[in-house]
């Protein structure tokens, strides 16, 4: 641990990859092919691995996962969606993880106290980005269904996508460059899958720091709800 | 193509090749089948093998790819409520590799000339079975713990005499998983202890699941040698290496010191240590329990169908999506590439 | 498989430099890209891989080692027999 933690940028950093790992967990079982199943589960996992160096910079990493309630956490509210169908998902993987690689990209040429994590993070993250691309393709440019089905996905999660790029306290990065690379990126992702742009707010006036000031949706805390039983219900106990 | 008829199909082609040698040429190929399985060789993809030593490993074969997929069922149950996150990790890698097993499972029975989906399609109706303790419930946190010592620990004691199966792609794949399984067992063997050493609750919550799952886990092994009808044939074949009875007393015997390591008890009154035999002496099986189960009336036979159908089903859409991008971009299996 | 075509694909993987490919198994998968992918998942997670080939199945020819080998299959160059090995006329009911 070094010198200087940001507590709120460790926690922002570490609950986003804590609640989208748990979410993609949920697909266990579920996956639409095996081959994904082994896919999503991968991803899930280097999520995880990411949330455990993350929060242990700032504490028991156990303490903040399973002890914290609903307004403590400091993830975006794009994270914590429900997963919907799988494009769905993908969709919420492509504008996450192509954000994810940009931020550990930047990190990991700085000097600051993310570096570390960021420099082996960011090859995990260009994994999923190159994974969320590819389903985008095939289910933009696959069937008539399908391409409703992704439309759609984009479309609603677009909203949630604003939030991403307002500056977090501790992460010392051109926020407006990065927004700016993340819309040139999943444009073009888009309109090779021969999907729409989406034209809406990529924020409400409602959701301004929402997610990253502990504002989260309702489904976040039936979330939270199932995750944390069992933990607090042994309260001390070692697992 | 159903299997009776893709039989048939090969034999018309022997025959018409070998006009008139075909009943010759066919018992030479089976002496030199039989030599081969007894010299410890292996049969391989392209080798001319009896239609009924065909058939046998293909079930088997699915049956135990079934078992994988299906088995990540109760386990992945518990992902989302994992205890902590160190917890989490492990049992998410754990179904994960499930999801591996069956995958390598599926592309060995392939090799055989069954197509995966003609598998899955079995699993679906009812027409191929899975291992039957995968029909019984993960009710506590515990339950993840006894699946890991005593259900993967049968399946180890099951599995590893198949790495040298007479099958080549089989033993190549049991091998494989065999690797990854070790990993498994001890992890649920830990969660197990963790419990055993922690609160009195803790404790209670271990030796309750082990209590539910002990007997069950000896069923793993199958029915008596002695009321096993296909036993004979796979022992001759090499696809089978020991007998049920074998194999579940060997698995007792792992066990009872392991027990006794994790601090709980096995719900069996007349498990005593048999000087003479050298082995444990254990209770009575209630095979009707067994055959019950099996029969489709387990707690959880309709639910784990329903599941995986759920799955694919609802997956169809996907699967449909990324084939007609291929199609559309010329890329669907026309060359190598590689990376 | 049927209309949701994922044809098969074998595996090679180079888990160190100075070794060959070798057949690591197989997978599903609709195109060249997602199987190279699928295969790393499959195949290498466990860090044991470098390099990897995709090559469908149906792209393989394979022979015996002697003609005169009494397990010589007379039926087919491939592999091993597989079901999209064999033409099926469309309509064809349980096929």
Redesign the interface.
């Known amino acids: 641990m070094t010198a200087t933690v940001h507590t709120s940028a460790a926690l922002a950093l570490g609950d986003d990859a804590l609640v989208l790992s748990h979410r993609l967990g949920e697909w266990a079982g579920l996956a639409p092919v095996l081959e994904e199943e082994v896919a999503l589960a991968n991803i899930a996992l280097d999520l995880l691995g990411q949330a455990r160096v993350l929060l242990s910079m700032v504490g028991d990493e156990d303490e903040l996962a399973y002890l914290r309630e609903e307004r403590a956490f400091r993830n975006l509210q794009l994270v914590e969606q429900p997963n919907g169908d799988f494009a769905h998902t993908i969709a919420r993987q492509l504008y996450f993880s192509t954000y994810q690689r940009l931020l550990y990209g930047r990190l990991a040429e700085g000097q600051g106290e993310f570096a570390g994590l960021a420099a082996k993070a960011v090859k995990e993250v260009a994994y999923h980005q190159d994974h969320a691309e590819q389903w985008t393709l095939r289910l933009g440019d696959g069937t008539d269904l399908s391409h409703e089905r992704m439309s759609r996905a984009c479309e609603s999660l677009w909203r949630f996508t604003g939030e991403m790029f307002l500056p977090v306290e501790g992460v010392d990065v051109d926020w407006a460059g990065m927004k700016d690379a993340w819309l040139e990126s999943v444009s073009d992702v888009l309109r090779r899958a021969t999907l729409e742009v989406p034209q809406g707010p990529q924020s409400g006036a409602w959701t301004a720091g929402a997610g990253r000031q502990g504002l989260h949706t309702e489904s976040f805390g039936r979330m939270l709800a199932e995750m944390q039983h069992l933990h607090r219900s042994h309260p001390g106990a070692t697992w | 193509?159903?299997e009776g008829d893709?039989m048939a199909t090969?034999a018309a082609?022997?025959t018409a090749?070998?006009d008139g040698a075909a009943q010759e040429d066919t018992s030479?190929?089976q002496?030199?089948?039989d030599a081969a399985v007894a010299a410890e060789e292996r049969i391989e993809?392209?080798?001319?093998m009896p239609d009924a030593y065909r058939a046998t490993l293909v079930r088997q074969i699915a049956q135990h790819a079934h078992s994988e997929?299906i088995g990540?069922?109760p386990e992945?149950n518990w992902?989302?409520?994992?205890?902590?996150?160190?917890?989490?990790?492990i049992l998410?890698?754990k179904?994960?590799d499930e999801?591996?097993h069956?995958?390598?499972l599926?592309?060995?029975a392939?090799?055989?000339?069954?197509?995966?989906?003609?598998l899955l399609d079995k699993l679906h109706t009812g027409r191929q079975k899975y291992s039957s303790i995968f029909n019984y419930p993960t009710l506590t946190?515990a339950d993840v713990g006894a699946i890991g010592w005593l259900v993967d620990g049968a399946a180890i004691t099951n599995q590893v005499p198949l790495c040298r199966c007479s099958y080549g792609p089989y033993a190549r794949?049991m091998v494989?998983i065999c690797k990854?399984e070790s990993f498994h067992q001890r992890q649920g063997y830990e969660?197990l202890l963790?419990?055993s050493r922690?609160?009195a609750?803790?404790h209670a919550m271990a030796q309750d699941a082990v209590d539910r799952w002990w007997w069950p886990s000896l069923m793993m092994f199958g029915p008596p040698d002695d009321e096993s009808a296909h036993s004979a044939q796979s022992m001759a074949w090499k696809i089978k290496r020991h007998s049920n009875d074998e194999l579940r007393q060997r698995f007792v015997d792992i066990c009872v010191p392991q027990a006794e390591s994790l601090g709980l008890t096995l719900p069996d009154p007349a498990l005593v240590w048999n000087e003479e035999r050298g082995h444990h002496d254990f209770g009575p099986i209630d095979w009707t329990e067994f055959h019950d189960v099996l029969k489709g009336n387990g707690p959880c036979n309709d639910q784990r169908i329903a599941?995986r159908r759920?799955?694919h089903d609802?997956?169809?859409?996907?699967?449909?999506?990324?084939?007609?991008?291929?199609?559309?971009?010329g890329?669907?299996?026309?060359?190598?590439?590689?990376? | 498989m049927t209309n949701t075509d994922w044809p098969l694909w074998e595996v090679f993987v180079r888990s160190r430099r100075g070794l060959s490919h070798t057949h690591a198994g197989s997978l599903h998968a609709p195109d060249a890209e997602l199987a190279l992918r699928n295969a790393r998942d499959l195949y290498t997670r466990r860090g044991e891989g470098v390099s990897i080939w995709v090559v469908p199945s149906s792209a393989i020819t394979a022979s015996s080692p002697d003609e005169k080998d009494p397990f010589f299959e007379p039926a087919a160059d491939k592999p091993y027999r597989h079901p999209t090995f064999y033409d099926i006329p469309e309509g064809v009911k349980h096929l």
């Open positions: 193509m159903v893709r090969a082609h022997r090749h070998a030479a190929f002496a030199a089948f993809p392209r080798d001319w997929i990540m069922q992945a992902i989302t409520r994992a205890p902590s996150l160190r917890r989490k990790a998410m890698a179904v994960q999801a591996g069956g995958l390598y599926y592309s060995a392939e090799t055989l000339g069954t197509g995966r989906d003609e946190w794949a494989r990854e969660l963790s419990l922690g609160t609750e803790q599941r759920q799955a609802e997956g169809a859409w996907v699967r449909e999506a990324a084939a007609a991008h291929a199609a559309k971009h890329n669907a299996g026309t060359g190598a590439t590689h990376a």
